[in-house]
């Protein structure tokens, strides 16, 4: 793929982009406490559930963990598949599989999909439930890969399949990494009784793979302030352009009629960051759906136009640098930011875009090139 070519000449790790901040590191105080914890409490769990972020199936995993999970039972959780390319994210399973390590592309928040992992949970504790009357299944991944989030659907689950004895304890469940601070204990069934363990989302002290770190910031397992957003937003385009994504939305603006072609030529509701937010508890006012629906469509088209029409090598550092101005410059349009200082309007910019991103507005994405050869997991 066109990010490997990218990779092997140093392009995106090389990039001003990357080069202003290095490595990349946010180890809060919490963290090596719950580091320790969970080696401790690793030791004494029959099964693993790993959770990583079905964008990032690789760069998710936290390293300094593995030796120890791949000593384990472990089922791969790869969750948010609702954000992940169906066509890639099977490629990966089928990687995972080809390893000989059980995998499954789940969301958490979806009831079927849980069951589905909670039918390979029992199966690979099948052997084990026979002669230990407790059992421990641990859930552990690095921040805001939805831990939590699986936690809860999975008592949701567990209070109509077993007679559980003690009241379900909600976990806290939040967007930000770094939500979950320590190790709390779920009872699930009884006969044998099952535990769930959630823990908190833990990182390596540092991330010396630049775009590793990146990619895991990008999907939100990092707090931007670590990193910056305009950096952020720079390296996502980077990814756009050297996969030449952007080409693949032309399908997308043709046959449109003249008022979806200019949406300047209707009203539109006025509208900030958290309208494109996911509301779970009310239904989203339909001028607003139209509204933001008609900005996704007009990001799309500027990513489009500006790559369609691009004369340089998205190979070439220097050439790429200019497209991804360019493009900011397009997205400042698209995305309705009025003109203010430089410096503000690119954060603002950097902002909206990323939160695109991240809630899947801008379609399904994974940011992992599946693997050619062998390697780790």
């Given at each position: ?43 004494l ?11 990032i199936?690789l760069?998710?995993?936290?390293e300094d ?29 089928h990687h ?172 539109k ?73 430089s ?7 950097s ?11 801008l ?15």
């Amino acid at each position: 793929m066109a990010t490997k070519k990218a990779a092997k000449k140093g392009l995106i790790g090389g990039m001003s982009f990357a080069k202003d901040a290095g490595a990349i590191n946010w180890f809060p105080g919490h963290m090596a406490a719950a580091t320790r914890a969970i080696r401790s409490r690793l030791k004494l769990s029959d099964l693993v559930i790993e959770v990583r972020d079905a964008r990032i199936p690789l760069s998710s995993a936290n390293e300094d963990l593995q030796p120890q999970l791949s000593a384990k039972r472990r089922i791969i959780a790869l969750n948010k598949k609702d954000l992940a390319n169906p066509n890639v994210l099977n490629k990966w399973t089928h990687h995972f599989e080809s390893k000989k390590q059980d995998c499954v592309a789940i969301n958490a928040h979806s009831r079927s999909s849980v069951k589905k992992l909670l039918d390979l949970v029992e199966f690979k504790l099948k052997e084990v439930i026979a002669r230990e009357p407790t059992l421990l299944v641990m859930v552990v991944g690095v921040p805001n890969v939805g831990k939590s989030a699986l936690i809860n659907s999975v008592h949701q689950i567990a209070a109509t399949r077993f007679p559980v004895q003690d009241k379900l304890k909600r976990a806290t469940v939040g967007p930000l990494p770094g939500v979950t601070q320590d190790i709390a204990g779920f009872k699930i069934a009884h006969r044998p009784s099952i535990y769930v363990l959630d823990s908190p989302g833990v990182l390596v002290p540092n991330i010396p793979d630049i775009e590793t770190g990146l990619k895991l910031a990008l999907s939100g397992s990092v707090k931007d302030s670590v990193v910056g957003e305009e950096r952020l937003a720079q390296y996502f385009l980077a990814i756009l352009n050297t996969r030449g994504t952007p080409l693949h939305w032309k399908y997308l603006f043709e046959g449109r009629n003249e008022v979806s072609a200019h949406p300047d030529s209707i009203d539109k509701p006025s509208y900030n960051l958290k309208d494109l937010r996911h509301q779970r508890s009310k239904q989203p006012d339909s001028s607003a759906v139209h509204y933001v629906g008609g900005m996704i469509s007009e990001v799309q088209r500027s990513l489009y136009t500006t790559l369609s029409e691009f004369d340089g090598d998205t190979e070439d550092e220097n050439d790429l640098e200019c497209l991804i101005e360019q493009q900011f410059e397009a997205l400042q349009k698209a995305l309705k930011v009025s003109t203010r200082a430089s410096s503000e309007a690119r954060l603002m910019v950097s902002k909206k875009f990323l939160t695109l991103f991240r809630t899947g507005r801008l379609g399904p994405f994974i940011l992992d090139d599946v693997p050619e050869t062998d390697m780790s997991l």
